[in-house]
C-alpha cells in the first residue's frame, strides 16, 4: 500500500470578485509534498488570480487556505513569503535599475544588524547563475 503523502496546502471555496467580474468562484484545490500541477486555462480563467490571492497579493472575498495544517490569512507577498510560499510571476517583473543579486534577493534580503553580507549574496547568486550558465556579471543593473 502507498504511503499516505502529506498535504501541503488546502484551497476552500476561495471566491474573488473585481466588482462585477467573478474572477474565481468556489475554488477548490489541494497540494501535497512531491507533487507538481500545472494550473490551465484561457486568458482571464483566473490562474493569476489565484496565485495572487495565494501568495498574500490579493484579498479574497470567501473561503479557506489552510497552509501546513493551519488555517492562513496572508495580508502582505512578505507573509506569504516568510511562511514558505514563494511565487515568480509570468509578467516580467524585475527592477532594471537594481543590480542582479538585487533582483535576485528582493523582498528576502537577511541582514545581520542591519548590515547585508553582499559577498555571500553574489556568491549564491552565481551558484544560481551557473545552473543555466548564465554569464553576466551579478553586481551590475539587470537593465537590458
Ligand atoms: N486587478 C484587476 N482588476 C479588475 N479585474 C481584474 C484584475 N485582475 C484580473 N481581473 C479580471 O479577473 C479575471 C481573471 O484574471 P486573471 O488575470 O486571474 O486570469 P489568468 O487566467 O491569469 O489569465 P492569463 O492567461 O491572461 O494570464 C479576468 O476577467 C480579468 O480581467
Ligand atoms: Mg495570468
Do not use: C
Not at 513569503?81 to 510571476?89: F, N
Amino acid at each position: 500500500m502507498a504511503a499516505k503523502v502529506l498535504e501541503i496546502l488546502r484551497v476552500e471555496g476561495i471566491s474573488k470578485r473585481y466588482g462585477g467580474v467573478h474572477a474565481l468562484e468556489q475554488v477548490d484545490f489541494d497540494l501535497h509534498y512531491g507533487e507538481v500541477h500545472a494550473l490551465v486555462g484561457e486568458n482571464g480563467a483566473g490562474k493569476s488570480t489565484l496565485i495572487k490571492v495565494l501568495g498574500g497579493i490579493t484579498p479574497r472575498n470567501e473561503g479557506r487556505i489552510v497552509f501546513e495544517g493551519a488555517e492562513v490569512n496572508f495580508s502582505r507577498p512578505v507573509e506569504a513569503l516568510h511562511a514558505g510560499i514563494a511565487i515568480i510571476h509570468q509578467e516580467l517583473s524585475m527592477m532594471p535599475s537594481l543590480t542582479v543579486i538585487e533582483n535576485m534577493f528582493m523582498g528576502r534580503m537577511q541582514n545581520r544588524l542591519g548590515i547585508v553580507n553582499w559577498g555571500d549574496l553574489e556568491r549564491r547568486t552565481r551558484q544560481s547563475m551557473a545552473l543555466i550558465d548564465l554569464n553576466v556579471d551579478p553586481t551590475r543593473e539587470s537593465r537590458i
